[in-house]
């Protein structure tokens, strides 16, 4: 499959390089097409991805992941512009609000009673946004085996029952366990999960170290 990722940082790429061991033709977009992170990723796949404007990534992939820095996604995303339409569009990115320092906050527009899901969904009506793996250090994304078997949450929300099916799909080939991936509902359930940065950012503190995630247990 042909997937791109919008962003070149460390969630880009660490998405970027599961797909290319997945055997998915990858493609990171970014606002030049010459950007040195992003021409770096490509050099170390041998040959198995490119780079290009995040314009190009939008046309090129059938799904596109949102890999940008929460405050800027809506710009990048603009960017991409109308490659983007009919498309499955996974929003990994958190509205975070370095303002005041660390440990930052939300941005206030797009938390409480709305969020970074919403707002992407509401400006770009024929993207099927899917949230998604926004909840979680990059590492344990691609590998949710890492700790405690995979037996951990990842949530999924978004308006389009299909693709969240197909998003269910390839987060599996990540080694994700059916019974371990939550469908909340609808886009505007991106309120619940993005709001999660804050406790996960001030745990991270506490034990230094992404290796964790949450669970149910019931």
Known sequence: MRISILGTGNVGDTIGSKLVELGHDV??????AN?????????????????????????????????????????????????????????VANPLDF???????LVPALSNFNSLGEE?????????????????WCGLMVN?????????????????AEAKEKVRAL?????WKDEQLLDLGDITNARGTEAVLPIWLRVWG???????????VR
Do not use: W
């Open 171 to 175: 987060l599996k080939t990540f080694g």
């Open 27 to 32: 493609m990171m977009g970014s606002r030049s």
């Open 35 to 91: 950007n040195e992170k992003a021409l770096a990723f490509v050099a170390k796949q041998s040959g198995k991805a490119s780079a290009g404007t995040f314009a190009d990534a939008a046309a090129f992939g059938e799904i596109i992941f949102n890999c940008t820095k929460g405050e800027a996604s809506l710009d990048a995303l603009k960017l991409a512009g109308a490659a983007l339409d009919g498309k499955i569009l996974i929003d």
């Open 206 to 216: 506490a034990t230094k170290t992404g290796a964790f995630n949450f669970g149910i």
């Open 99 to 105: 303002s005041r320092g660390m440990p930052p906050g």
């Open 120 to 136: 992407i969904q509401r400006t770009f009506p024929n993207v099927k946004v899917v949230k998604t793996l926004n909840t979680m």
């Open 144 to 160: 949710p085996r890492m700790i405690g078997d995979g037996n951990h949450i990842n949530y999924l929300c978004g308006n389009d």
